[in-house]
């Protein structure tokens, strides 16, 4: 079973409805977070968690919100998606001692 | 502010020819990761390697190698003998070490905006 999880793996959705991306892993890590990948510009950080009680916004936090509900859980929902928000979402965790991330196969998120 | 740059939007080359991807990095701190990723056309990142700052060693591992050179803030990755199969985008990425000055920044990956490498038969 993969380490890192990521549900669902494809969406489509419509503008305005609010969506949840979910990320488990079974790793043991503290860290968890959440990328997204444009065409062309690489993956920029919209949220980051070192633990359950801290919860960091990254360089694209806007129109994006996070939960983490445990150690292994952490979600980031769109509470009102707009087509720009089109792109494919990654989690990713990592160990407070060891800064190498672990990524999730992506969420292939489409706002129509 | 970190930054990382692969100057090289696409590459395309022929099946055996090696093909060297490029990327400089910038950022303030002494410590710091550098990383290569690689996303096949089905989407999932794979890591390739991981560098800190302090080993600037040359590294190899089967038909890849990295040359890591802090005079110019450069982390270079080459395939030999390129295959069809090395077909993908690949990604540079910068990270500050754990326990670096500077407050919360810890272990957040600053990418490039990657290469995209063509390799025909």
């Known amino acids: 079973d993969a380490d890192v999880t990521q549900t669902p793996r494809n969406r489509i959705t419509k503008t305005g409805k609010r969506i949840m991306l979910e990320c488990s892993q079974t790793k043991g890590h503290d860290r968890m977070y959440w990328y997204r990948q444009d065409p062309g510009l690489g993956l920029q950080l919209i949220y980051y968690s070192f633990d359950v009680k801290d919860i960091n916004k990254g360089e694209i936090s806007d129109g994006y919100s996070v939960s983490r509900q445990a150690q292994a859980k952490f979600s980031l929902s769109l509470e009102s998606a707009i087509p720009n928000q089109t792109a494919l979402y990654f989690c990713?965790?990592?160990?407070?001692?060891?800064?190498?991330?672990?990524f999730g196969p992506g969420t292939r998120l489409t706002v129509l | 502010a970190q930054k990382v740059t692969q100057a090289q939007t696409e590459i395309s080359v022929v099946e055996k020819e090696d093909v060297t991807l490029d990327c400089v990095y910038e950022t303030r701190d002494t410590t710091y990761y550098l990383f290569w990723y690689k996303q096949p056309p089905s989407g999932e990142l794979v890591f390739l390697i991981r560098r800190n700052s302090f080993d600037e060693q040359n590294e190899i591992s089967g038909r890849y190698s990295w040359n890591f050179q802090k005079s110019t803030s450069s982390f270079n990755f080459t395939i030999t003998a390129s295959q069809v199969v090395d077909s993908a985008v690949y990604f540079c990425?910068?990270?500050?070490?754990?326990?670096?000055?500077?407050?919360?920044?810890?272990?957040?990956?600053?990418f490039g905006q990657g290469t995209i490498l063509t390799v025909h038969p």
């Open positions: 990425a910068l990270s500050e070490a754990w326990g670096s000055a500077g407050g919360t920044s810890y272990g957040k990956l600053t």
């Open positions: 990713a965790t990592s160990d407070r001692r060891d800064n190498e991330q672990f």
